[in-house]
């Protein structure tokens, strides 16, 4: 089950390119991990990464981020993602962000640095912005959840051993 919050702005000639991102925390906030599967036609390309400190929704942003970048060139992209504050950040918070310089009655708007970063790659593709239900069963939420987790291992894998190695 899915909802399309934004159809795509036209249907030309474009490359189409179906997204699937993730990102998450362990603890929250603490190491966190992205992932993205991208399909274009029968091709299929796997993206993932960690960070030492970061929150979920910033991994949520970030998968979204690398994903976008890794395209090429201009595309329609179907971008799926189980996370409401990203789908909702990037469809309908970020116009009243913008109108208001990035800010939130008083205070800044959280991962302004990210969402800047975005707008602008959501501008440069046709975007359609569609919510998936988390850990339901869908073959490429799924899969990016398990290549986030992955990253998130290996990073604090990482740290762990870097700990062990100066305590020597």
């Not at 910033?58 to 090429?72: G, H, P, S, V």
Request: overall charge positive; hydrophobic content about 35%.
């Amino acid at each position: 089950m899915f909802v399309v919050l934004v159809p795509p702005k036209s249907a030309g000639s474009l490359p189409e390119v179906i997204v699937y991102t993730d990102g998450g925390c362990e603890p929250n906030p603490g190491t966190g991990g992205w992932a993205a599967v991208l399909i274009f036609g029968s091709h299929q390309k796997e993206l993932s990464g960690s960070e030492a400190h970061s929150t979920n929704n910033r991994m949520e942003i970030t998968a979204a981020i690398k994903a976008l970048q890794a395209l090429n060139r201009r595309c329609r992209v179907r971008l799926h993602s189980d996370s409401k504050y990203l789908i909702t950040g990037i469809t309908t918070w970020i116009h009243q962000w913008k109108r208001k310089n990035w800010m939130r009655g008083t205070k800044p708007v959280l991962n302004a640095d990210l969402w800047r970063c975005l707008d602008e790659l959501n501008q440069s593709h046709e975007v359609a912005w569609v919510w998936v239900q988390g850990h339901a069963g869908n073959l490429y939420n799924e899969r990016c959840d398990y290549l986030a987790q992955c990253a998130i291992a290996a990073r604090q894998t990482q740290i762990s051993s870097s700990h062990e190695n100066h305590s020597n």
